[in-house]
């Protein structure tokens, strides 16, 4: 199953970026082979929508699960219209979050807040 | 490996309307508090910068928003397609109207001679001021640009996180718009200047909703509050009524005046009644800040 | 005539120096286009003739054509459009109605729909019609609604045009169709830094204008002094009194309570024309 988490650097080690939609990459991890994919965030330098434009590149990579801190109502939108699980992202590094998740140790992201509709998010 | 969650705390500083004395109260708060990081994301009228002596040039970075159109007149067949399908109406004789365009592109993809691109268009200019151990972030948008939001999460990103918990002080802009919303997201409270006018009023009621559309614990301070004590009680009255804090009154003071025009922060004038109940209300604010939500 | 009164910083008196100049005429209109926070129908207090809403288009998709072909996803400078589990998705707050995917659209199953982001309110109160416009909380840009506010104007009135603070694009669209622009600064260093913006705003616009100094007090004025260094013509001196502050406060049209302010606006009336 592919596991994606929004990361400032290409390293696992990294913590999981405070931003979903403007976040510079997204780590792409397959939890049975264990192979893991940086896809760049081009909706980061994104006049407005930029929720959106990084959700939808998350539905296209295959993903069935985000681990995130935050994310606005389009970006969640698009999320659940694709039937990816979005979980509350907690303090530590990607792959910290990610063997929480695989514990089960991690809530669903029930905080969705209303999205700063093109006026940027940090 | 360390973990690098931010110990900044952002206070945001609005006020709904503008001239209720938003920038003298952060330049105050910046003085009183010993605050060090401050940014200033009124990116259309800044006037942060007025108030606080600065050496030194900033570092400068332009700043690029929606891209506008741009007509190569030696492919251009004056076919008139361009003018006919632009929603904005930024096309008149095969000219664009800089300000009116908006960058959607359009143009661009209905021109049959592909006489038109989509070009960089720098709508603003990012500062960053550096010296003795203070980091001040500004901006200033270009006339007439629009899409101010992505801007002001652009002077946000450029203050440096901290291990240490400290405290950023933001002054934001008037309204309750764009602008407002990009600097609400992820700050930690928000103080409301409220002026005791009608109009005053009103418009703090418009700031607390937004405030809390984007659920953002609030406190409101009343400036200039002598100048109607009705108002002043109705404001407080409202506040209590909905649960948000009142932490201060400040009066009407001249010598505010003469501060600003002197490009001093209203403390150096520390006997002054307004300078004694902005202190007040910075120890209240850093009280908040510092203590809650320890991590 | 068309008056738009504007001023860099806000708080400066627009809203004081529009209402009462409209106040003042003998007949005229009352145009509030600061639509993300109208103030003028405070102090008007208008009895509300008609109200209408005002809307724009954004796409509404026809699944049964849509191929998933992606071509308005890709398009959208917005990111206002995405495409899941053979489905697309339109958001329309960000959505800037620009047709583009309508346009592109090789299967047509896009098509314009409409959808109301504000409200234009018409009324009289006294001597004055009063246009407001108000954008709802939440959208993107006030700027359909000032276009449909000019749109309302006859050539033949006084108009009196309230413009939002600043210089963005919002205030541009406001002074566009203005055939003179007052600006309003007050006494204090950021009010003539503000000043300074406005007046690079007319100039490039080749707009007539004058210069209203309100709230003025003893000693500098920073606002005064920019205006004598750049020859710009000072159409009226308001002072800063209590009393007016205090009317004001409470939301009254000082014209209409004291015949000392009737005669300083109506003077700037007759100095503009």
């Known amino acids: 199953m592919k596991v994606s988490v929004p990361l400032e650097n290409k390293s696992l080690e990294s913590p999981v970026c405070q931003s979903f939609g403007r976040t510079p990459l997204f780590a792409l991890v397959d939890t049975e082979s264990c192979a893991v994919e940086y896809l760049d965030n081009s909706a980061a330098a994104s006049q407005g929508g930029a929720g959106i434009k990084a959700a939808q590149m998350i539905v296209d990579s295959s993903a069935k699960v985000v681990i995130t801190y935050r994310l606005g109502q389009n970006a969640a939108d698009v999320l659940n219209a694709a039937n990816i699980e979005v979980y509350k992202a907690q303090d530590g590094t990607v792959i910290e979050n990610i063997e929480k998740w695989k514990e089960g140790k991690l809530s669903l992201l029930d905080d969705i807040h209303p999205g700063f509709h093109n006026y940027g998010g940090m | ?295 | 005539m068309r008056i738009a009164v504007l001023s860099g910083k806000g708080g400066t008196g627009k809203t004081f120096v529009s209402v009462n100049l409209a106040c003042a005429a003998y007949k005229a209109v009352y145009v509030d286009c600061d639509v993300e926070e109208p103030n003028g129908h405070l102090f008007l207090k208008p009895c509300i003739t008609k109200k209408e809403q005002v809307k724009v288009k954004v796409p509404e998709v026809d699944m049964s054509k849509c191929t998933g072909c992606r071509i308005c996803v890709d398009f959208c400078k917005y990111n206002a459009l995405a495409y899941i589990n053979n489905k697309l998705m339109v958001f329309n707050e960000i959505c800037h109605s620009c047709n583009g995917c309508i346009y592109l659209c090789p299967e047509k199953a896009l098509k314009a729909k409409e959808r109301a982001i504000g409200e234009i309110e018409e009324g009289i109160s006294e001597n004055v019609t009063v246009f407001t416009g108000r954008l709802n909380t939440g959208e993107v840009s006030g700027i359909p609604i000032i276009k449909g506010l000019i749109e309302k104007l006859s050539d033949e009135d006084t108009v009196i045009i309230d413009c939002p603070p600043g210089s963005a694009c919002v205030v541009m669209e406001s002074i566009r169709k203005a055939d003179y622009c007052i600006l309003v600064a007050e006494p204090t260093l950021f009010g003539a830094h503000n000043l300074s913006m406005v007046y690079d705003l007319v100039k490039l616009f080749d707009k007539p204008f004058g210069v209203v100094l309100n709230k003025c007090m003893d000693g500098e004025n920073p606002s005064e002094q920019f205006c004598i260094e750049n020859k710009i013509n000072i159409l009226s001196k308001i002072p800063y009194d209590e009393e007016i502050g205090r009317l004001n406060s409470e939301g009254t049209i000082v014209v209409r309570a004291d015949e000392r302010y009737h005669q300083i606006f109506s003077k700037i009336l007759e100095v503009i024309s």
């Open chain 2, 1 to 295: 490996m360390k973990n690098k969650f931010s110990r900044l705390k952002k206070l945001l500083i609005l006020s709904g309307k503008g001239g209720t004395g938003k920038t003298t109260v952060t330049s105050a708060f910046i003085s009183l508090g010993g605050i060090q990081k401050y940014a200033d994301c009124d990116v259309d009228a800044p006037n942060l910068h007025l108030t606080i002596p600065l050496s030194g040039e900033p570092e400068r970075k332009n700043y690029y928003g929606f891209g506008k159109a741009v007509i190569n007149k030696t492919k251009c067949v004056h076919c008139g397609l361009c003018e006919q399908n632009c929603a904005f109406c930024a096309i008149k004789n095969e000219t664009v109207e800089i300000f009116e365009c908006e960058g959607c592109g359009v143009c661009e993809v209905i021109c049959p001679v592909k006489a038109i691109s989509m070009e960089d268009y720098a709508s603003g200019e990012l500062m960053l001021y550096k010296s003795e151990g203070h980091v001040f972030s500004t901006a200033q948008l270009k006339m007439g640009s629009g899409a101010s939001g992505k801007l002001v999460t652009a002077v946000k990103k450029q203050i440096p996180d901290s291990d240490n918990s400290e405290i950023v002080v933001i002054d934001g802009s008037p309204g309750i718009g764009c602008p407002v919303i990009a600097s609400i997201s992820g700050v930690d409270m928000v103080l409301i200047v409220a002026e005791p006018t009608i109009s005053g009023i009103h418009d703090m009621k418009r700031i607390i909703d937004t405030a809390k559309h984007f659920s953002t614990p609030c406190a409101v301070c009343v400036n200039k509050f002598d100048v109607s004590i009705d108002n002043t009680e109705k404001i407080e009255k409202y506040c209590t009524e909905i649960g948000v804090p009142v932490i201060g009154r400040i009066p009407f003071d001249k010598e505010v005046v003469k501060a600003v025009n002197h490009c001093e922060s209203i403390v150096n004038y520390p006997e002054s009644k307004a300078a004694k109940a902005l202190s007040e209300i910075c120890n209240k604010l850093k009280k908040t800040l510092l203590q809650g939500g320890e991590s």
